[in-house]
């Protein structure tokens, strides 16, 4: 188990008293802005670059504050490569601009950082090997770009995240200044991309209707029982149904098989689990979806043809945003959906702002797919 909080039902309870009583002003000093966000685009990559200025233009973000890095037009990329050609222009970009607080990182850039290990010699002849993580090699470029302001990362298996409510009662090794928050505007196309970003401004102006559909294993734990690892979160996917419901109609599946066919229509809100890299078609999405499915896999690939990865999948079949990652997390790693759910149910949070609340590490492998800017409740204020 990646962290133990000493009573995890605290956890539990306490968000769903702040989501069920709208009680959000101690979380977020305020909404994310568009002058906060640094778009990057691969130069390799010209639909990349032109869907990013598309971009800027429909959020009105300022046109300086578009970053063009040229890099290799592929999903992986070596650690060595992932830091001259990604991390360091970054860094040097947003250095001394305080202001910056997102990055949104463009079709055609990597996604995954790779073993790729680079050995070469010290003056004293002695072979050295770079690359080395820790205890893991892989992580997601955008996962690790959220600690681009530090100098020398450490580059290790995970760090928490200082956002992440439940840590935001301790001290991190990290303060928020020094994060990034970190979305990525991608898919298996750039028609798949300029139809997310299309969605999402048209449900802004109307809000997200439809059903959410919740898709535990189990049934719900009686009583304030310790959790952890697959009932930790499999009571977690109980507990967003919960808070849900105070907005829209909700179908929570207490079986181990999924969802199946033509049995979630209108579907507007889905998490659930436990299908590995098997997309289950069971859904009708409506448009400005949010979706994401709890397996370890979902994120190795946007572009892979046949590939049923569920991120590929879900943007394929029209949701607006996902999340995923890309190599084994374990199940500790996922944002926890009643905290990602509830504050965007809020209207007041961007997704962006939604998922680095209820992410629990930083440096690691997630990806969140999708405008960070949306809000597909902006409508409806805050939860009744």
Known sequence: MLFNLKNISVLFYAVLFLLLGSVFFPILAHALDPDEIVVVANRQAQDGVKLARFYMEQRKIPKENLLLLQTAFKEEIPRHFYEDEIADP????????PEITCLVLFYGLPLRIGW??????????????????????VASVDSELSLVRVENPPVLDWLENPYFIEF????????????LMVARLDGPDPATVKRIILDSLAVEKKGLTGTAYFDARWQKPEGDSVLSGYALYDNAIHAAAKVTEKVLPVVLNEEEALFQQGEAPDAALYCGWYSLAKYQDAFEWQQGSVAY??????CTTLKKEGSQV?????????????????????VQAFPFPQVFFGLLLDGDFSLVEAYYLSLPFISWKMVLIGDPLYQPFRQRGVLP
Request: glycine residues 8%; charged residues 30%.
């Open 90 to 97: 970054i860094r040097e970009f947003v250095k001394d601009k």
């Open 116 to 137: 790729h290990l680079l050995a070469i010699e010290d003056p004293g002849g002695k072979q050295v090997h770079l690359n080395a993580r820790q205890r893991d090699p």
């Open 168 to 179: 935001q009662k301790q001290k991190t090794k990290y303060e928020k200044g020094q994060v």
């Open 293 to 298: 499915h709890i397996a370890s896999a979902e």
């Open 310 to 330: 569920w991120c590929k999948r879900l943007l394929e079949e029209g949701v607006a945003a996902t999340i995923g990652p890309v190599g084994e997390p374990y």
